[in-house]
Nanobody, 124 residues
Framework: QVQLVESGGGLVQAGGSLRLSCAAS????????LGWFRQAPGKEREFVAA????????YYPGSVKGRFTISRDNAKNTVYLQMNSLKPEDTAVYYC?????????????????WGQGTQVTVSS
């Protein structure tokens, strides 16, 4: 069992930056792939970033590539999402999730555990 708790959301102006953190409980954190997703009102949950259990593989959709960076610190049981050059369309609730061993990492249904989400609002 893994419990995930996100933090770091907030209100930021367009062009600004935020760093989201997701702290995980459980002794097997290092064996999970981890992902970040977001969901805006009235829209489906959208893939934002994923990182393999080794940290070597990192994946992004075109909408955030070059602006967002995912990283993990297995010693701290924490995954991060650094978000730069934020745009109003990045406004959403951001969720982190843990995947035991299913692919692809872009698919929300493949994740086994989810956090409660943290709100990110980007003003124009």
């Amino acid at each position: 069992q893994v419990q995930l708790v996100e933090s770091g959301g907030g209100l930021v102006q367009a062009g600004g930056s935020l760093r989201l953190s997701c702290a995980a409980s459980g002794r097997t954190f290092s064996s999970y792939a981890l992902g970040w997703f977001r969901q805006a009102p009235g829209k489906e949950r959208e893939f934002v970033a994923a990182i393999s259990w080794t940290g070597d593989g990192k994946y992004y959709p075109g909408s955030v590539k070059g602006r967002f960076t995912i990283s993990r610190d297995n010693a701290k049981n924490t995954v991060y999402l650094q978000m730069n050059s934020l745009k109003p369309e990045d406004t959403a609730v951001y969720y982190c999730a843990a995947d035991v061993n299913k692919l692809p990492l872009t698919r929300p249904a493949n994740y086994d555990y989810w956090g409660q989400g943290t709100q990110v609002t980007v003003s124009s």
